[in-house]
């Protein structure tokens, strides 16, 4: 009787599960990179259409973070600001720097190339869509912008400090007392809690670590734990 199959096809089957696990394998890795922090882009530092000093404007200058980022007290997301804001000061001070160029574009109607289009500052930290952050709740409740930024007041260019993983979240939400401050030292970046403790003292703290647990449990700090915590 005559073979139905071609020869070749005895070695089909073998294919089959060569190519299968190819692809199984390569899911796996790219999900055990892209699923991990290895992918979080910590040191990201994109430039900017503006070359905006924070260390300028925040360490020199002593500009509170709320005067730009004017949300982040009040909403779950912190915002960028407008050209409005920029424009209360530059449109006297700096007024012939070639680096603001592109405010004055935006915002003076006398310049020659002037088109009123908003600034397209460039995002530097991002988290997952299906991630939710809410920055209100965080600093009223004693968290700096410090802890999850770094030292932004000493950045000429703003880049990402911290990796903001899962892992990284939930070490915060197991021992909260160790980024807790009193709110009057949330946006204050030369902060230290030795030096505030000595200042302000309090009756049964007198260690850094005990200031952080009087504060837990003065704010009622009770983090959750659970996924569905963020993956709302």
């Known amino acids: 009787m005559a073979n139905i199959f071609p020869r070749w096809s005895n070695l089909l089957p073998l294919k089959i599960v060569v190519c299968a696990g190819t692809v199984a394998g390569g899911i796996a890795l790219a999900f ?17 259409p503006i070359p905006f000093s924070h260390k300028i404007h925040v360490d020199q200058l002593g500009l509170d973070c709320r005067y730009c980022h004017s949300f982040v007290e009040v909403s ?10 920029c424009w209360n000061c530059h449109q006297h001070v700096q007024q012939d720097s070639p680096k603001l160029e592109p405010l004055h574009i935006s915002m003076n ?14 995002r530097i930290h991002k988290l997952p869509d299906y991630v939710y ?32 993983s899962m892992g990284w979240c939930l070490e915060c939400h197991r021992s909260p007392e160790d980024n807790l401050r009193p709110l009057e030292e949330v946006f204050n970046f030369a902060y230290d809690a030795e030096d505030w403790l000595t200042e302000n003292p309090m ?30």
């Not at 892209?34 to 040191?43: D, M, Q, R, S």
């Not at 260690?207 to 952080?212: K, N, Q, R, V, Y």
């Open 76 to 85: 779950g997301h912190s915002n960028v600001p407008t050209g409005n804001t």
């Open 109 to 122: 109607p006398n310049h020659p190339s002037y088109d009123g289009e908003p600034i397209e500052w460039v």
């Open 203 to 232: 009756e049964g703290v007198d260690t850094t670590e005990e200031l952080g647990l009087k504060l837990k449990e003065q704010f009622k700090v009770t983090p959750k734990e659970s996924c569905a915590t963020c993956h709302h």
């Open 133 to 164: 952050f809410n920055h209100s709740a965080h600093v009223s409740r004693g968290i700096s912008c410090q802890s999850c930024h770094g030292d932004v007041d000493q950045m000429e260019v703003v880049y990402q400090a911290e990796n903001l």
């Open 32 to 48: 055990s990179y892209y699923a991990t922090p290895k992918t979080l882009a910590v040191g990201y530092q994109p430039s900017q």
